[in-house]
Structures are given as structure tokens and as C-alpha cells.
Nanobody
Framework: VQLQASGGGLVQAGGSLRLSCARS????????MGWFRQAPGKEREFVAA????????YYADSVKGRFTISRDNAKNTVYLQMNSLKPEDAAVYFCAAGATSTRIMNDYDYWGQGTQVTVSS
């Protein structure tokens, strides 16, 4: 499984971005997907996760109500819609694939390369 994250960029506080994560390779594998982020000098942290069917989603408390994770299995793509962005949301965002949708980084087997999100105040 290969993952390619895209959609990052520079946005003003209060603005929106939509990240995409395209999955290739063993696309018939029913992976749960997650988004994590890592700011400079900080540990990588959980942002959101979604099950294969999309019926189960999880969010970090810090993004709940502002971010929405979704997926289009026909396109092998997972999205992270980010609204009302804050300077503290700035980080490199990584998508990951695993067997189940969890908040735990080590539960994910495959990782994308990351996409930079910068939020100006």
C-alpha cells in the first residue's frame, strides 16, 4: 500500500483547507485510515480516523467540530476537511492506513510522506 498526501498549503487563521490521501497498491485491502500531524519540536499526534465503511470516525478533541474526515473508496482516497483553522493547527499532516480505525499511531501499518499546513495569524 502506498499513500500520497496532498492539499497542504498556507492559509490565514479562520480559513479552510482540504487534504487528500490517495491510496495505491493493494487497493482491495479494506484499510481503515487515519490522519496524524506533527509540529516542529513536538511528537506526532492523532487527528482523525475513519473505518473502511466510513461508519466509524474518531477525532482528537482539539479538532472536533472543525475537521471532518471522509473517504471515497471508489477513488481510493481519504479526505480531511479542515475549517476554522488556528495557528496551532500548523504542522505536517500524515495519512496512514491500518487494519482498524484507532487513535494509536502504532496500529497503522502504512504511512504517507506528509503535507505541510501553515496557518498565519
Amino acid at each position: 500500500v502506498q499513500l500520497q498526501a496532498s492539499g497542504g498549503g498556507l492559509v490565514q487563521a479562520g480559513g479552510s483547507l482540504r487534504l487528500s490521501c490517495a491510496r495505491s497498491g493493494r487497493t482491495f485491502t479494506r484499510n481503515a485510515m487515519g490522519w496524524f500531524r506533527q509540529a516542529p519540536g513536538k511528537e506526532r499526534e492523532f487527528v482523525a480516523a475513519i473505518s473502511w465503511s466510513g461508519a466509524t470516525v474518531y477525532y482528537a478533541d482539539s479538532v472536533k467540530g472543525r475537521f471532518t474526515i471522509s473517504r471515497d473508496n471508489a477513488k481510493n482516497t481519504v479526505y480531511l476537511q479542515m475549517n476554522s483553522l488556528k495557528p496551532e493547527d500548523a504542522a505536517v499532516y500524515f495519512c496512514a492506513a491500518g487494519a482498524t480505525s484507532t487513535r494509536i499511531m502504532n496500529d497503522y501499518d502504512y504511512w504517507g510522506q506528509g503535507t505541510q499546513v501553515t496557518v498565519s495569524s
